[in-house]
Structures are given as structure tokens and as C-alpha cells.
């Protein structure tokens, strides 16, 4: 021993630790997601492993982290020595599997007639973050193709595939490339029912637990509501409601939030 270390933490400041994704498993378990477009180093991990541990003393849970990496991403650190323990994420890492090549082979099971599975579809939604020479306007659009002529997905099914898509392009794309690609998601007919103002087109909780997502992050980039409502091509009206929402129910997820919000407005139109 060289000295004692300090034993008050009277100067920790209070902080809203916001994460990507919290998901509970049949288990009770949870799986805690993030998305990175640059190397995980031993800070990452250190921040990830507080959030595992704040998380799961507050809500008595055991929770795994899964770090989905952008195809940039070439060698993840996936684990660190702390005391005693060690601390580890799985990252999920994509950047080998070439998304065109993907897109081809879908497209000409379909040509022939043969049913996409689920491990096909997720793969799919996980395009954005594939590696390959194609474009993320071309694989998006394509893979947004793909989805809505899908007579296998239910419209839930499919609302959850585009938000997937959407989450990713959000992480991962400059907002010169969002503004292609949310034009690219306008020109499907669900990517229509889901941009377009209206109950019966888009006031869905899976669609606004996106919205939350998203706007979680901005918050955290500084963003004002007013500019996130002008990114996301939102009533300014509802984005300032989710702000609220995030701010005053720090503990609820995104889709608990979501379903607060859809209540709201189902009830407004009631009145």
C-alpha cells in the first residue's frame, strides 16, 4: 500500500447517463445496445461498464452490452482488467460481409420464388453497417424495396425493419446522406404512412420509440428541440412534448415513452 485513497465521493456531479438501447429478454435479462462508427477503446468500455452497473443495481437486473460497429470498425476492444474482474462486450462487427452481395442473393431468392427467412431479414435491416462498395442510398433503397413487397411481414413487422434501417442510417450517416435517405424512405408506400402527419400515418409506438431514440441523442449532442423537429421533419409541437417526456421520466425507455405519447394523443383527439 503507498497511501490511503479517498473514501467520500461528496463531489460526484449528477448526471442523466442516456443509453442507445435497453431490450428485456424472455429471460428477465436485459441486452443493452450501442452503436459506434469509431474503435472501441478502454474509455468506451469503461462508460459501457458503468452504465451496466448503474443500470443494474437501480433496476435489479443482469444486463449483457452488444456494441454494433460500422464497417469502419476493424479490430473493436472488447474487453478490459478491472481489479479482480474482467469486463467484456460482444461487438457486433459487419464490416466483412459485402451488403451487395447480400441484396443479390435476396433478390434472386425472390426471383425464384423462395420464402426470405428471418435471419434474411435481419440481416437486411443490419445492411447499413455491412461493408461493400454500394452506396448507402442504393443498399437502403433496396433493401426498402425488399421489405415493403414482402407479402411474408406483417405491417408491425415491417414498421420495426424500417425504424431499424432508419436508427442506423441516423448513427451512421452524414445529414447530407439522411436527407437522401429519408427522401429514399418517402417514395415507398410504408415509408410514407410512417413520414406523413396524420394518426393512421405514423402515430405508431414503434415509430415514435425511434423518434425518442433519436432524439435522446440529440439531446445529448446539445441539440434544441426546434432543430431536431427540423431534422426529423416534425411538428415542433410533438418533438417539444418528447423532450418533456425524456426530461421529466428519465427512467422509462423509448417505447415506454412512445406509448405515453400515443396516449396523449389518442386522447386529445377523443376530447
Keep these: 500500500m503507498v497511501y490511503a485513497a479517498p473514501t467520500e465521493l461528496a463531489d460526484i456531479k449528477v448526471s442523466n447517463l442516456y443509453q442507445d438501447y435497453n431490450y428485456v429478454m424472455e429471460d428477465g435479462t436485459w441486452r443493452h445496445m450501442e452503436f459506434t462508427s469509431e474503435d472501441i477503446d ?16 437501480q433496476y435489479n437486473v443482469d444486463i449483457m452490452t452488444y456494441v454494433v460497429c460500422s464497417a469502419k470498425v476493424k479490430n473493436p476492444k472488447s474487453r478490459i482488467q478491472a481489479g479482480f474482474n474482467t469486463y467484456q462486450v460482444i461487438p457486433i462487427c459487419l464490416g ?12 434472386t431468392k425472390r426471383s ?19 461493408g461493400g462498395s454500394i452506396s448507402q442510398y442504393k443498399r437502403i433503397k433496396a433493401a426498402l424495396k425488399i421489405i415493403q413487397d414482402s407479402t411474408a411481414l406483417s405491417y408491425e413487422e415491417k414498421e420495426t ?23 429514399v424512405m418517402k417514395m415507398t408506400k410504408l415509408g410514407q404512412m410512417i413520414f406523413e402527419d396524420g394518426v ?19 439531446m445529448q449532442e446539445g441539440v434544441s428541440p426546434d432543430a431536431v423537429a427540423k431534422y426529423l421533419n416534425l411538428d415542433k409541437e410533438y418533438t417539444q412534448r418528447l423532450c418533456s417526456l425524456l426530461q421529466d421520466l428519465p427512467a422509462q425507455d423509448d417505447l415506454e415513452i412512445a406509448r405515453t405519447f400515443v396516449k396523449e394523443m389518442e386522447h386529445r383527439q377523443q376530447v
Excluded at 425493419?161 to 427522401?183: H, P, T
Design 112 to 130: 425464384r420464388r423462395e420464402p426470405l427467412t428471418r435471419e434474411d431479414f435481419i440481416q437486411l435491416a443490419l445492411c447499413p453497417i455491412m
Design 161 to 183: 425493419l424500417v425504424s431499424v434501417l432508419y436508427v442506423l442510417a441516423d448513427k451512421f450517416l452524414n445529414s447530407k446522406e439522411m436527407e437522401i435517405i429519408k427522401g
Design 200 to 218: 393512421s400515418q405514423g402515430h405508431t409506438e414503434g415509430y415514435y420509440a425511434t423518434i425518442t431514440g433519436i432524439l435522446r441523442k440529440k
Design 42 to 57: 478502454e474509455k468506451d468500455l469503461k462508460r459501457f461498464r458503468a452504465y451496466e452497473a448503474l443500470a443494474s443495481y
Design 96 to 107: 466483412d460481409r459485402d451488403a451487395e452481395v447480400l441484396l443479390k442473393t435476396l433478390m
